[in-house]
């Protein structure tokens, strides 16, 4: 199991490996928050809880806004694993069928690798698209395609505890914690 590791502020930062989280808290700059209590790590003279959840002592800067690089990770999972023309999900996907990057301006016509300009696309409606503008295609998106926000971005890919999910409800709602859950 990992560990959310928040900042002063509570705010979810990201998950460690508890080692890194025990480290921390040795060192005085983190505390834990929640435990797993199951678990513990022992020394000849220490026992310190297995950490779910650790806050950092010190408030630790971070942007809210920051451009993170297109990958098929994050475009997937921004688009919830759906074609983003048909609306199939990757799990209705069959044989050698599967999930693509698609350009809306393919950038054999100057389209660039952007969050506003790629979507999830099932293999078989990307080679129907192939060079030509959804419209030329005859296709409508189901989504006008946007960078994913930060919370997006950095949880959705994440699978969080229900100690782990409070943290991340308390400081970006229940609408975020839904997203990162998946529904």
């Known amino acids: ?22 480290r921390l808290v040795l060192d005085g700059k983190a505390e834990i928050l929640e435990e797993d209590g199951q678990r513990s790590f022992r020394s ?31 475009l997937f999972a921004r688009d919830d694993y759906t074609c983003q023309y048909c609306g199939r999900h990757r ?17 054999s016509r100057g389209g660039e690798n952007r969050w506003d300009n790629v979507v999830t696309s099932c293999s078989p409606c990307n080679n129907r698209k192939g060079g030509r503008l959804p419209g030329e295609a005859g296709m409508r998106l ?22 782990q999910a409070k943290y991340i409800r308390m400081f970006y709602g229940q609408d975020a914690l839904e997203t990162v859950r998946g529904g």
Not at 1 to 22: G, K, Q, W
Not at 157 to 162: E, K, L, P, Q
């Open 1 to 22: 199991m990992s560990c959310l590791a928040l900042n002063a502020s509570f705010e979810p930062l990201t998950i460690v490996p508890p080692r890194r989280a025990v």
């Open 44 to 74: 000849e003279n220490r026992c310190i809880p297995w950490p779910a959840v650790i806050r950092l002592v010190r408030y630790v800067h971070v942007p809210h806004r920051f451009r993170r690089q297109v990958t098929n990770t994050f």
């Open 91 to 107: 799990n209705e996907l069959r044989g050698r069928q599967f999930l693509t990057r698609d350009h809306i301006l393919p950038v």
């Open 142 to 163: 189901r989504s006008e395609p946007s960078e994913p926000n930060y919370v997006h971005l950095v949880w959705v890919v994440r699978r969080v505890t229900d100690s």
